[in-house]
């Protein structure tokens, strides 16, 4: 029988896979503490991803937050995307807090950051799709 743990682990994972992040307790100690959790040791982590233990409510809210979720879709399970229409972006949690700090800055920062994007985009040249052997 599965233990409420292992739920949440399972849970957990797949949520940081969908947002393209790894399963690493030493990032997940940093961004947590980025997106407003307690301090945690990277031992705690590995307890919430191994299924031996559940973060605290402070801890599972700024989980949720880094991988665009409810609290309650984290700890109890439940597929439906709720937060605002950003969670429709399935960003990474690096590209948020960038896109978040990029919010905050004065008008004429914002303007010279989407002229830096701007020219970037210019002379990015998409990688080529690998070739399938036969």
Request: glycine letters at 6%.
């Amino acid at each position: 029988m599965k233990t409420e743990q292992d739920a949440f682990s399972e849970r957990l994972r797949a949520a940081l896979r969908q947002a393209g992040m790894s399963e690493s307790p030493a990032e997940l100690v940093r961004l947590l503490a980025r997106f407003g959790g307690e301090p945690v040791s990277q031992q705690a982590i590995s307890g919430w991803l191994n299924g031996r233990a559940m973060p605290r409510q402070a801890n599972l809210r700024a989980l949720a937050k880094m991988l665009s979720l409810e609290p309650q879709q984290l700890q109890f399970g439940d597929d439906k995307r709720v937060r605002e229409n950003r969670s429709e972006w399935r960003m990474n949690p690096h590209d948020q807090l960038a896109i978040e700090t990029f919010l905050k800055l004065p008008a004429a920062q914002r303007k010279l950051v989407r002229s830096v994007i701007e020219e970037l985009a210019k002379h990015h040249v998409p990688a080529k799709p690998a070739k399938r052997g036969r």
